[in-house]
């Protein structure tokens, strides 16, 4: 099977940085593209940046400019450098794995998720 595991979230002032780290790991062949999502109290998960096995980004508007995704694809590891937070950012962050091609077929997979809040 596929796991995802992430790491590096947790309380953080206002204006100060996070790195999220999310690892996948079992039988994987290629995973198309890697993503962050998170779901704040009370609202639906939302997109918040992914990359594709190429490097192709995409950004939700409101990180655009405060976070940058990158991907080691060797390690099949994504990570989420957060700058400039805002107490808005508060949310439980999921990693995506979007696309995965495995042994069985092709599937997509997600994280356990990580707690990011951010005080005023």
């Known amino acids: 099977q596929v796991q995802l595991v992430e790491s590096g979230g947790g309380l953080v002032q206002a204006g100060g940085s996070l790195r999220l780290s999310c690892a996948a790991s079992?039988?994987?062949?290629?995973?198309?593209?890697m993503g962050w999502y998170r779901q704040a109290p009370g609202k639906q998960r939302e997109l918040v940046a992914t990359i594709t096995d190429g490097g192709s980004t995409n950004y939700a508007d409101s990180v655009k400019g405060r976070f940058t995704i990158s991907r080691d694809n060797a390690k099949n590891t994504v990570y989420l450098q957060m700058n400039s937070l805002k107490p808005e950012d508060t949310a439980v962050y999921y990693c995506n794995a979007d696309s995965t091609t495995t042994p069985w077929g092709v599937y997509d997979y997600w994280g356990q998720g990580t707690q990011v809040t951010v005080s005023s």
């Open positions: 079992g039988s994987i062949f290629k995973i198309h593209a």
